[in-house]
């Protein structure tokens, strides 16, 4: 009947103006008489033969909404722009996209008065884009709000000063919260000068080995001349322990106030700490303890292991790093439990660098050997690890070496919910890659994102328990971020049959539609806030006037980590035909490099997977080519 009834429009701004359900018929219609030959009153129903192909072309047809919703600016832009076609591969591809950049919440953006007014039914909030009126059956100090997300009226009582002015609002909820309290002062060594830096080194027999490097040994001075110096190959602890050397004559010049310590693992866990008192000896052997039970009896430590800064631990720490060597077993989840005690007792923005070469194979989330734990074990010793990392503000980062074997996949979900870094690097030139995980400073912790999306249209290519039943809502948990911190989403128009179920839907009436993004988190002076940023995106009928608003860096970062996302998966088909599609679409951004940290880490990781298991493959390398630089 819609198609009938569209059949004789011959105005296209009365097309416009139809119901998208109509809209769409119109183009179904247009589609079939183009491919038939005919005109469009010629085509009859047998024409429609096409079926779920000529729906899923016309839908790429409409174009909806106008792309970067970021916190970095004072007033957020977003564009969202129509699909490019793509007939050959049943994918959607489009340039619906939005990138959310969390560099400015170290910044309380128009601090708000009072409390969010949420809506009832779908939990938006109240924003300056809401419309309010004076409702006459109720209280005159109430107001009729009626949410421009799913139309639901609420009522509300609310003061003039307490209407948001501006469309990037930050409310605080709890001023106080689980986190180390007190501001990170300023200092001449920068806002982080104060924080724990923990280094947790692996001294297993396996980073005894030697690599292609040699390094000079000195000898005793009564042998000849010619023989004062000879050649010795350096180990993989060697590389370590130099690196850490430089950083800590590195830190005590430029950050001085910090406090730094050392936790190593082998068949035996030693809490070294500061250096400055006698290490705590855990036999992991002879004990069965538990993530949490390692955790606990370590915090009982970390006050007087970790009391003093590098200014005045320096000669300490460099003393006791010389008398470290490498022994047996690798007992690196209960490492990680006692670093993550004692940099979980500084303050927000605390460091713990675990460097390893081999597999956990002895206590808690040991993946091989006699002490294996099953996969449920192993998984839950490493999210318990994540999660108290998370809450104290810790970022962990992993240093895995690129001669040994790593189990990544259990390791990197620590790394990615702290935001810390995951990098398979030589033991020999370990020293940069430490001074740029240092130098990443975290602006905020817990944090949480929540974006809502006007009712006709729903998140695409997300997981199922990260949104809503209707698909307008998508929640998701980032730990700890930093002014590197970005996350991209896709959304599209949902089916027409859906569209028809919605109440007061008009697509003729409307000239924008709505999108907010609100996240909660900690600040690191120890606060409970919420960030809400609400923009009205204008809508376009023209995919050539949307194409050319397209934001190319945004589509470009989405890209890259959509495709290696994939990737991680073990989806290697998926992840080319995804790069492929995005190429083709936009073809200016071929060439392009994709400066992005987040992506660049998670490539990181996926090759650390596959080179552990032992696959040197090709199509995975062709296929992070494709998302990092071909894009």
């Not at 390094?215 to 590389?239: N, V």
């Not at 089916?495 to 690191?524: C, H, V």
């Not at 290696?564 to 599609?581: M, T, V």
Request: aromatic fraction near 6%; proline fraction near 3%.
């Amino acid at each position: 009947g819609y198609q009938r009834r569209v059949h004789g429009e011959q105005n296209k701004e009365m097309i416009k103006k139809a119901s998208a359900f109509a809209y769409i018929s119109k183009r179904k219609l247009d589609i079939v008489a183009k491919r038939k030959g005919k005109k469009n009153e010629e085509i009859k129903e047998d024409d429609y033969s096409s079926g779920e192909e000529v729906q899923e072309e016309a839908l790429e047809q409409f174009v909806g909404p106008t792309q970067s919703q970021g916190i970095s600016q004072k007033k957020p832009t977003l564009a969202i722009v129509g699909k490019a076609s793509a007939k050959k591969i049943k994918q959607e591809v489009d340039t619906n996209i939005v990138q959310i950049s969390m560099n400015s919440l170290n910044e309380d953006m128009n601090l708000a008065t009072g409390d969010p007014y949420r809506c009832q039914h779908c939990g938006s909030i109240l924003s300056i884009h809401s419309k309010q009126h004076i409702n006459p059956a109720a209280d005159q100090k109430q107001s009729e709000w009626n949410c421009e997300f799913c139309s639901t009226k609420n009522l509300i009582s609310i003061d003039p000063e307490e209407i948001p002015k501006t469309e990037v609002v930050t409310y605080i909820l709890d001023k106080s919260t689980g986190l180390k309290q007190g501001a990170i002062e300023e200092t001449k060594g920068g806002q982080d000068d104060d924080i724990t830096v923990i280094f947790c080194i692996d001294i297993s027999g396996s980073m005894g080995q030697t690599g292609k490097k040699k390094t000079a040994t000195a000898m005793p001075k009564s042998r000849p001349a010619f023989q004062q110096m000879i050649p010795k190959e350096q180990t993989r602890l060697d590389g370590v322990k130099s690196a850490i050397r430089q950083q800590i004559n590195k830190m005590l010049k430029e950050s001085p106030n910090r406090k730094v310590g050392f936790v190593t693992f082998e068949t035996e866990c030693n809490l070294i700490g500061d250096g400055t008192q006698t290490p705590i000896l855990f036999d992991i052997s002879k004990t069965q303890k538990d993530f949490y039970s390692l955790l606990e009896e370590a915090a009982n430590y970390s006050t007087t292991t970790m009391a003093k800064p590098i200014k005045e631990t320096s000669g300490n720490l460099l003393l006791t790093l010389q008398k470290i060597h490498p022994s047996r077993d690798t007992a690196l989840g209960p490492g990680l439990a006692i670093a993550l005690a004692l940099a979980g007792q500084g303050k927000p923005g605390s460091k713990v660098i675990l460097c390893t070469d081999g597999l956990a194979n002895i206590g808690c989330g040991s993946v091989t050997g006699k002490c294996a734990k099953s996969p449920e074990e192993i998984k839950g010793c490493y999210t318990s690890a994540a999660n108290y990392a998370v809450q104290h503000g810790v970022a962990v980062s992993l240093i895995t070496l690129t001669e040994g074997q790593c189990r990544l996949d259990m390791l990197s979900p620590v790394a990615n919910l702290t935001n810390g870094d995951i990098l398979r690097v030589d033991p020999n030139n370990l020293a940069g890659d430490f001074s740029a995980i240092l130098s990443e400073r975290q602006i905020a912790t817990n944090v949480e994102l929540k974006v809502k999306i006007f009712k006709a249209l729903k998140f695409r290519n997300e997981d199922e328990t990260n949104l809503s039943g209707d698909h307008t809502t998508l929640v998701k948990v980032l730990g700890n971020v930093t002014e590197s911190s970005t996350i991209t989403f896709e959304y599209s128009l949902k089916r027409p049959e859906e569209m028809a179920a919605i109440a007061d839907l008009d697509w003729g009436t409307l000239k924008s539609l709505p999108f907010q993004t609100q996240i909660t988190y900690n600040s690191m002076d120890g606060k409970k806030k919420l960030r809400v940023i609400s923009e009205a995106s204008p809508i376009t009928f023209e995919k050539e006037t949307a194409k050319k608003s397209a934001n190319v860096e945004v589509i470009g970062a989405h890209a890259a980590l959509s495709t290696a996302n994939y990737a991680a998966k073990g989806d290697y088909s998926k992840a080319k035909q995804n790069a492929y599609l995005f190429s083709n679409m936009a073809p200016k951004m071929k060439g392009k490099v994709i400066a992005n940290k987040q992506v660049q880490h998670l490539v990181q990781s996926i090759q650390n997977q596959e080179m552990s298991r032992g696959h040197q493959n090709d199509e995975l390398t062709s296929v992070l080519n494709l998302s990092l630089i071909h894009i």
